[in-house]
C-alpha cells in the first residue's frame, strides 16, 4: 500500500504564490509517473500537470507558463510550484502517484486525501 501526504495549500491572494509537496511512502520499488490533479466544486478533477520517471513533464493549458511540477526521485517527492494565480485556480488539489511494489508487479495509481488551494482577495 502507498501513501501520499500532502502539504502547502492555503490562501492567497490573486498573483500569490505556493508550492505544494506530495511525499510517497510505503510499499513502492519504482515510481512511473507522479502529478497534480484538481476539482473545483461541483466540476470534474482534472489534470493539472504530471511529472514522468524521464524527467519530462505535462501541464494543463490553463497552467502553461505560471505552474512548474518537479520532483525529487530520491525522496519519492513531487511539488508544485503555483504562480500568478487566480481566482479560478481555486480547487481541492490532489497528488496522483502510478507506483508498483515489485518489479514485475503492475503499475497502479494511488491518491492523496488533497489539499484546499483558494486564491481570494
Known amino acids: 500500500q502507498v501513501q501520499l501526504m500532502e502539504s502547502g495549500g492555503g490562501l492567497v491572494q490573486p498573483g500569490g504564490s505556493l508550492r505544494l509537496s506530495c511525499a510517497a511512502s510505503?510499499?513502492?520499488?519504482?515510481?512511473?509517473?507522479m502529478g497534480w490533479y484538481r476539482q473545483a466544486p461541483g466540476k470534474q478533477r482534472v489534470l493539472v500537470a504530471t511529472?514522468?520517471?524521464?524527467?519530462?513533464?505535462n501541464y494543463a493549458d490553463s497552467v502553461k507558463g505560471r505552474f512548474t511540477i518537479s520532483g525529487d526521485s530520491a525522496k519519492n517527492t513531487v511539488f508544485l510550484q503555483m504562480n500568478s494565480l487566480k481566482p479560478e485556480d481555486t480547487a481541492v488539489y490532489y497528488c496522483?502517484?502510478?507506483?508498483?511494489?515489485?518489479?514485475?508487479?503492475?503499475?497502479?495509481?494511488?491518491w492523496g486525501q488533497g489539499t484546499q488551494v483558494t486564491v481570494s482577495s
Open positions: 496522483n502517484v502510478y507506483s508498483r511494489p515489485t518489479a514485475w508487479a503492475p503499475w497502479a495509481p494511488s
Open positions: 511529472i514522468f520517471s524521464s524527467g519530462s513533464t
Open positions: 510505503g510499499s513502492i520499488f519504482s515510481i512511473d509517473t
